[in-house]
C-alpha cells in the first residue's frame, strides 16, 4: 500500500535555456517552472504535476448511450458533479528499458502490474460508471488491474463497435448482468503520441546522440516534433479532442469516468483541463500507475489531486457525493 501523500506543493524555479542550435526544429528561448505535488512514500517518486487551477466550459453535447449502461449506482443529472480520474498506464516493458515507446504496443512489467493494483486501491471508494483506456495494451492492463481493487466489484467490459459483427456478437442478454457491468471504451486518439523515429531508440544513447537540450526539445515542447512523429500538440489534436469530444458529455451528463492512457496524451488532457501554457506544459511530467482525481461540477474541472488509498478518511471531503457513495460502499460490505 503506498504511503501518504503530502497534498502541499513543493515548488520550486528552475530556469532552463533553449539550445540555440539550428536545426529544422528551430530555435527555441525559455524559462521552465517546475512543480511537483506530492512524493509517494513507497517509491520515493515525484508526482509532477503543474499547480494551476482552471475552469474549462464543456461543449454541451448529448452522450451517446452503451448497450451495458443502464441502472448505474446513481441517477445521471445535467447538473450533478462528477469525478474524473486520470491515469497513466503502470511501468511497461519498454519503460524499464529506457526506450521511446509511442505507439508500439507494449505490456507491462511486473512492477506495472504492481503500479496497477496500487493505484486500484488508490481509487476503490470512487464511483466508476464508465472506462476510456486508449488502444494499447498497457493502458488497457493498467485499467483492468485497477479495477479488480474496487470495492464495487463491477466488471469491466471491453466494448466492441468496430464493426456491426463484433458490436451485435458481444451483446449481453441479462438486465442484471449488465447492471454489474462498466463499459470500457477504447480509443485510438488516446494512444500515446506517436514518437516517429525515435520509437525503440534508447533514450539515453539518444541524449548522448543528440545532445540533452534536443532531446528535452523533442519530449516536452508543445509545438517541436520529435522526427517524423507528433508534437504534443499534434497529439492534443486527437486526444484533447476526444476527451472535449465523447468524455466530457458523460460528465456532464453525471457519469464518473477513468481514463487510463499515456504520458502525453494525459499531458494533452491536463493542459486543457488545468488551463496550462505552452510554457507551463513543458514541465508537467506524470509518473507511471498514479490516479489523479478531479471533480466535475458546473462545467468546471475541480482538480483534487491523487487520493491517497482505501483506508483514508479524506475520500469523504472530496464531494458530498463522493462520501455518499463511500458510505454506501461501507454498508454494503458491513
Ligand atoms: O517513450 C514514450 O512513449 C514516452 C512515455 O514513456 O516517453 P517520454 O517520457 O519521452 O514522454
Redesign the pocket.
Known amino acids: 500500500m503506498a504511503g501518504a501523500i503530502s497534498h502541499h506543493a513543493l515548488a520550486s524555479t528552475q530556469s532552463y535555456r533553449w539550445s540555440a542550435q539550428s536545426s529544422r526544429f528551430g530555435k527555441r528561448t525559455g524559462n521552465v517552472r517546475w512543480v511537483h505535488e506530492g512524493s509517494r512514500c513507497s517509491g520515493g517518486r515525484k508526482l509532477g504535476f503543474v499547480c494551476t487551477s482552471g475552469s474549462q466550459q464543456p461543449s454541451v453535447v448529448e452522450p451517446f448511450q452503451l448497450p451495458s449502461d443502464g441502472n448505474s449506482d446513481h441517477t445521471p443529472k445535467k447538473s450533478s458533479e462528477s469525478a474524473l480520474i486520470l491515469i497513466r498506464h503502470g511501468e511497461?516493458l519498454?519503460?524499464e528499458k529506457n526506450?521511446?515507446?509511442?505507439c508500439v504496443d507494449v505490456p507491462l512489467t511486473p512492477k506495472g502490474v504492481e503500479e496497477a493494483i496500487e493505484a486500484g486501491k488508490r481509487i476503490c471508494n470512487i464511483p466508476i460508471d464508465m472506462i476510456y483506456t486508449s488502444s494499447l495494451i498497457r493502458a488497457q492492463m493498467t485499467a483492468m488491474l485497477a479495477m479488480m481493487q474496487h470495492r464495487r466489484k463491477k466488471i469491466p467490459i471491453i466494448m466492441h463497435n468496430e464493426s456491426e459483427q463484433a458490436h451485435r456478437w458481444s451483446q449481453i442478454y441479462s438486465e442484471e448482468t449488465k447492471k454489474q457491468s462498466i463499459p470500457v471504451i477504447t480509443a485510438w486518439q488516446l494512444n500515446?503520441?506517436m514518437?516517429g523515429e525515435l520509437q525503440g531508440l534508447n533514450?539515453q544513447e539518444t541524449a548522448d546522440r543528440f545532445g540533452n537540450e534536443q532531446v528535452h526539445e523533442w519530449?516536452?515542447s508543445y509545438d517541436i516534433p520529435p522526427p517524423n512523429g507528433e508534437s504534443l500538440e499534434m497529439c492534443a489534436e486527437r486526444a484533447a479532442a476526444y476527451f472535449k469530444e465523447q468524455i466530457v458529455p458523460q460528465l456532464v451528463a453525471g457519469k464518473h469516468v477513468m481514463v487510463a492512457a499515456?504520458?502525453?496524451s494525459l499531458r494533452s488532457i491536463i493542459m486543457h483541463l488545468d488551463k496550462l501554457t505552452s510554457q507551463e506544459v513543458i514541465s508537467l511530467e506524470l509518473s507511471t500507475g498514479i490516479p489523479m482525481l478531479y471533480i466535475f461540477k458546473e462545467g468546471k474541472f475541480i482538480r483534487r489531486g491523487s487520493p491517497v488509498g482505501p483506508s483514508e478518511a479524506s475520500v469523504y471531503a472530496y464531494t458530498r457525493t463522493l462520501a455518499k457513495y463511500r458510505q454506501k460502499l461501507d454498508s454494503m460490505v458491513s
Open positions: 511497461s519498454w519503460n526506450l521511446f515507446t509511442g500515446e503520441r514518437y533514450k519530449r516536452r499515456h504520458g502525453n
